[in-house]
């Protein structure tokens, strides 16, 4: 059974990733959908990180906390598409940025899609 934390970290990640599922069928916000999925895969892989004593320093890049998630458990590479998939979410879909962005119904499908990659991946194997 996860510790105390580890079971924080995933009730927080299950709040962003049910509030986006909720919300979608709902909403043409497609942004702030696509930043809550991200959200969401960044608090599955913290728990992940601290329910196997791992240290994270407080970011948000999904890559990087996959990289230290991998030093325990090499077959979380599976997820590496997902992460860069969802990766840009965090700074893109909140702020302006001197690059093209689109979002649509489509992406936000994607970055669930992902999500539930990375979530499924990692309730199945905490231990």
């Known amino acids: 059974m996860p510790t105390k934390s580890v079971q924080e ?5 299950d709040e962003d990733y049910k509030f986006a599922v909720d919300v979608f ?3 043409a ?9 991200q959200q969401a895969a960044e608090k599955y ?7 196997n ?3 994270f320093r407080p970011i948000h890049d999904l890559m990087e906390l996959l990289a230290i998630c991998r030093k ?6 599976v997820l590496d598409e997902s992460c860069s998939f969802l ?3 965090y700074i893109e879909s909140r702020y302006p940025v001197n690059w093209p962005t689109h979002y649509d119904k489509q992406t936000v499908k994607q970055a669930k899609q992902h ?3 990375i979530r499924d991946w990692i309730k199945s194997n905490l231990k």
């Open 72 to 77: 325990k458990q090499p077959k979380i590479a």
């Open 53 to 55: 004593d791992l240290r």
């Open 25 to 27: 069928d709902h909403t």
């Open 87 to 89: 990766n840009p979410f």
């Open 9 to 13: 970290w995933l009730q927080k990640a």
């Open 29 to 37: 916000f497609y942004a702030p959908l696509c930043f809550h999925f």
């Open 45 to 51: 892989l913290k728990a992940f990180i601290v329910a």
């Open 115 to 117: 999500c539930t990659t």
